[in-house]
């Protein structure tokens, strides 16, 4: 090679990396997706639902079919721009039979019927949760079945992980739906606290930060819980996290004909 073409790749060497050098590659941020339980009831000593719908940053609210204040509750959370879920109870709302080996015809009927008013009731909801459920997350013909009935509607499951055995996570996977299950609750009903909030909310910015992205949820019952989302989500913007509705972490799955156990992290029982 002639020294004018040594030059001249050497010319063209230093100015891509110039440029590279003034256009550092985009880092992704670690994600967190907050999600707010149980709209729909409130009383006159839970946070209101119009100091949740401020929030500034994007949250998903979870709005419990059949309660008082579903329908408002619903509207008032797509007209504030946050993601809408449905809060799905099986038991003990529902009085299913959750036989071991199969599903049971008026099991389907009971579930076909509350989802059917829940749609109704929750329009322009994204996905869905479970509220309690605490049996039927754990029967996996129910959960096999069900997640075979949502998968056509395009809402992506969330599995709350009310039980440590919970299946509901493995067969949204199973059948290839969008799905992410919790790590952390922000509070329980016997503890609900500003420093238990934070500790939890910390736990779960360091597996965003290991594993890219997490998944919390707190109940819109709670001062502290609201409070402590207020002091805390911007001190973690600042530190670099991405906190983004619950459908940005739900990843989708092709079926698969293997049971293969899903891993992660044990709950917190409320």
């Not at 910015?205 to 109940?219: D, E, M, P, Q, Y």
Request: net charge positive; charged share 25%; glycine share 4%.
């Amino acid at each position: 090679m002639s020294l004018g073409c040594l030059l001249s790749a050497a010319v063209f060497f230093t100015a891509l990396t110039a440029q590279s050098a003034s256009q550092p590659a985009r880092v992704r941020k670690p994600k967190i997706a907050v999600v707010i339980d149980d709209f729909g009831l409130t009383s006159r000593k839970n946070v209101p639902d119009r100091y949740w719908m401020e929030i500034p940053w994007p949250v998903s609210f979870a709005v419990m079919p059949e309660s008082p204040r579903t329908k408002e509750a619903a509207r008032e959370t797509l007209k504030h721009g946050h993601e809408l879920l449905i809060h799905f109870p099986f038991d003990p709302f529902l009085d299913l039979s959750l036989r071991p080996d199969h599903v049971y015809p008026g099991d389907v009927k009971q579930v076909e019927w509350l989802f059917k008013k829940a749609m109704k009731e929750i329009p322009g909801a994204k996905g869905l949760n479970n509220h309690r459920s605490l049996k039927a997350t754990q029967n996996r013909p129910l959960m096999a079945w069900f997640m075979k009935f949502l998968k056509p509607t395009g809402l992506y499951f969330v599995d709350s992980r009310v039980s440590a055995k919970s299946v509901a996570y493995d067969e949204a996977r199973q059948e290839g739906l969008r799905t992410a299950r919790l790590s952390y609750f922000l509070d329980t009903a016997g503890v609900h606290s500003r420093d238990f909030c934070r500790q939890k909310l910390r736990q779960a910015a360091a597996i965003a930060r290991r594993k890219g992205s997490v998944l919390v949820i707190g109940h819109h019952y709670f001062w502290s819980t609201y409070k402590c989302l207020l002091e805390e989500v911007p001190e973690l913007q600042k530190e670099g996290y991405d906190f983004v509705f619950a459908s940005r972490v739900a990843k989708a799955f092709a079926p698969a004909r293997s049971r293969v156990p899903a891993e992660g992290v044990e709950p917190t029982r409320r």
